[in-house]
């Protein structure tokens, strides 16, 4: 599986952003799709998942209503729409793909080691 990430940028605080992970190898549908975002000196952070077949779709709490995800299975992609921008939300943002069976998906998928495959990652600034 490969994932490659695009639409980073520069914008400015309560706008919006779209970036795009597209995915190569494996079957898209039995793929967890996560979104995970990094700064210097810091660890990687979960952003949000789509489980297997988009059946549930998680979000971290501080970008829980901004943020939202989605999966394209006809193009495989998986979209992560970013509006209401903060400055704390600048980051380079990541995609990953699990092929995981998960006893507890909505645990499961926040976990960075529960993903063998990542995206290059595309870097996020919001400035004013």
């Known amino acids: 599986v490969q994932l490659q990430a695009s639409g980073g940028g520069l914008v400015q605080p309560g706008e919006s952003l779209r970036l795009s992970c597209a995915v190569s190898?494996?079957?898209?549908?039995?793929?967890?799709l996560g979104w995970f975002r990094q700064t210097p000196g810091k660890e990687r952070e979960f952003v949000g998942a789509?489980?297997?077949?988009?059946?549930?779709?998680y979000y971290a709490d501080s970008v829980k209503g901004r943020f939202t995800i989605s999966r394209d299975v006809g193009k495989r992609t998986v979209v992560l729409q970013m509006d209401s921008l903060k400055l704390e939300d600048t980051a380079v943002y990541y995609c990953?793909?699990?092929?995981?069976?998960?006893?507890?998906?909505?645990?499961?998928?926040?976990?960075?080691?529960?993903?063998?495959?990542w995206g290059q990652g595309t870097l996020v600034t919001v400035s004013s």
């Open positions: 789509s489980t297997w077949n988009g059946y549930a779709t």
């Open positions: 990953a793909a699990s092929t995981r069976a998960f006893s507890a998906p909505q645990l499961g998928v926040r976990a960075p080691s529960s993903y063998a495959y």
């Open positions: 190898g494996g079957t898209f549908n039995y793929l967890h």
